[in-house]
């Protein structure tokens, strides 16, 4: 009989895995390392694992045997096939009550599946989301479990451990059942874009619009990661523009073209499902579709006139403006993606905590930021709160800045730089502090053509038909397609 030893077993020894074995490691637990391809298990135990308390298994069966129980065992390969081929191999050597986590970028709705299938079969399943990449993984990253709750007390010493920690505080706590983990790990990146689409048009209307030298760019970002931008990004932003090789600036020279695979486009699909307006994701997700037509943009920049005058621009007012534009555009985007958690909490029945969520994300992953403890003091002092937008601090920091994102939006327009996040930003600001807004007119187009009847004001819930031209018929439609 093997000696049962190990705390917990982690397959995939990628760059993730790796990283986090030698993270939980480093916080004295005993990890049993397991790949599909055995002959890196030997590697890694040769080389980065050796000296450390770090063990290996050469079979599934034989890392199963090395586990004290509940068994925990986490997954970090590649999302998809591998994770269900994985825990087919698992449930025949596992026992009731133990635990298989899936800690990659899994869509939630196979987390969710996932769950209900292993619980029937007495295995407690977990998706976690885990953020940070490389680094984080190895010294703390940002980790949003979810899944079956009787998983949470076996796994919370080891996940709150090896987490990033912010004020002191882990950052990492139980998202909620099923599939939240992986859904909150999705908005997180579906806000990532937005937080990078963002800054990409401010440092756009820096070179196009101001002419500023990249160092110039590079100290007006240092500037505002001193202030209430401080984030990862704002700093990474700086120190890309001030970055030279032997042939000067690097970044004028990278290929202007980006791609969006994964968890982006499923905020902006998951946003669509859910019918919540998450337009700043939307346009980021589309600006990044927009530069991947390199060829026909050359072709079209010859072709299509922008505008034909010009504006001057005060350049140390307007860049006040533009802080407070990307300041104002980040709450709305975050307002956004809390109104998304928010829906598809309800149509799944999780018990979220977004002051624990804003937490989550304020050390370790990409989009850390100081602004993300404004965001959990919100909650916190209202977790009912239904819009970050009505919170008392982030609407009066709306009032102070919604009028630098006018300005930054115009002139943007009347220079021609194209700013869809930015832009977006606005909109959603002012659609959603409109008391009434223009679908009146809709609803009685919609009644016009299709007789898909609307409600009068002070009436609502009575459905009336308008025969408007006078030669329809009185009949409405019970379909509803338009
Ligand atoms: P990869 O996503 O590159 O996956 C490599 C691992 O998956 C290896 O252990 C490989 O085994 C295994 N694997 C593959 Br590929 N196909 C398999 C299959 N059909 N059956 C069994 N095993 C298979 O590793 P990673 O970059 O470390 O990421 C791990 C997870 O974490 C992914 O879901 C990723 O999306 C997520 N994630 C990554 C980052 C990041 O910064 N890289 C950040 C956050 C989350 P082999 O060695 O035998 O080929």
Redesign the pocket.
């Known amino acids: 009989m093997t000696e049962q030893v190990a705390d917990i077993a982690l397959i995939?020894?990628?760059?993730?895995?790796q990283n986090l074995i030698l993270n939980m490691n480093d916080h004295g637990f005993v990890v049993c390392a397991y790949?599909?391809?055995t002959e890196?298990v030997k590697s890694f135990l040769e080389n980065e694992a050796k000296g450390t308390k770090i063990i290996g298994a050469f079979s599934l069966k034989e890392m199963v045997n090395k586990l004290k129980l509940p068994r925990r065992i986490m997954l970090?390969?590649?999302?998809g096939?591998?994770v269900d081929?994985?825990i087919e191999q698992l449930v025949p050597l596992l026992s009731t009550g133990d635990i298989i986590i899936d800690?990659?970028?899994?869509e939630y709705k196979d987390t969710q599946i996932r769950t209900e299938k292993l619980e029937k079969q007495g295995i407690l399943f977990v998706g976690s989301g885990?953020?940070g990449?490389?680094d984080g993984a190895r010294y703390g990253p940002s980790l949003m479990p979810g899944g079956n709750p009787k998983a949470w007390p076996h796994i919370k010493p080891i996940f709150q451990a090896i987490c990033a920690k912010a004020n002191g505080e882990p950052c990492c706590d139980w998202v909620g059942e099923t599939g939240a983990g992986h859904f909150v790990k999705m908005v997180h990146n579906g806000i990532e874009y937005g937080d990078m689409q963002l800054i990409c048009e401010a440092y756009d209307i820096m070179r196009t619009g101001l002419k500023l030298q990249q160092d110039e760019m590079s100290t007006t970002f240092d500037k505002w990661n001193k202030e209430e931008l401080n984030s990862f990004l704002i700093e990474i932003t700086r120190d890309i523009l001030k970055y030279k090789d032997e042939k000067g600036y690097l970044l004028e020279r990278i290929r202007d073209t980006a791609g969006q695979k994964g968890t982006g486009k499923w905020t902006a699909i998951s946003a669509l499902d859910y019918g919540v307006p998450v337009t700043l994701i939307g346009e980021s997700v589309f600006a990044r579709c927009l530069s991947a037509l390199q060829a026909e943009r050359i072709e079209a920049s010859s072709i299509l006139k922008g505008p034909t005058s010009g504006i001057e621009l005060d350049k140390t007012k307007f860049l006040d403006h533009l802080k407070l534009a990307l300041y104002a555009s980040k709450i709305i985007s975050y307002a956004q993606g809390f109104m998304l958690l928010r829906e598809a909490a309800k149509v799944h029945n999780w018990n979220l905590n977004y002051g624990g969520i804003a937490l989550m994300w304020r050390g370790g992953c990409i989009i850390r930021s100081v602004f993300l403890q404004d965001i959990k003091v919100a909650f916190d002092k209202n977790p009912k709160l239904n819009n970050l937008l009505l919170d008392d601090f982030f609407s009066k920091a709306m009032n102070k800045c919604q009028n630098s994102l006018r300005v930054v939006v115009s002139s943007a327009v009347m220079l021609g730089v194209p700013v869809p996040a930015l832009s977006a930003a606005l909109a959603f600001y002012d659609g959603y502090r409109t008391a009434k807004l223009p679908a009146n007119l809709l609803q009685a187009q919609r009644d016009y053509f299709g007789a898909h009847t609307y409600e009068l004001l002070g009436q609502e819930g009575k459905f009336v038909h308008t025969n408007w031209t006078g030669h329809g018929g009185n009949v409405s439609a019970s379909t509803y397609d338009a």
Not at 12 to 17: D, I, K, N, R
Not at 76 to 79: D, E, N, P
């Open positions: 995939g020894l990628a760059v993730m895995g790949n599909r391809t890196k970090l390969v590649k999302a096939p591998a081929a994985f800690g990659g970028n899994s885990v953020s990449g490389e």
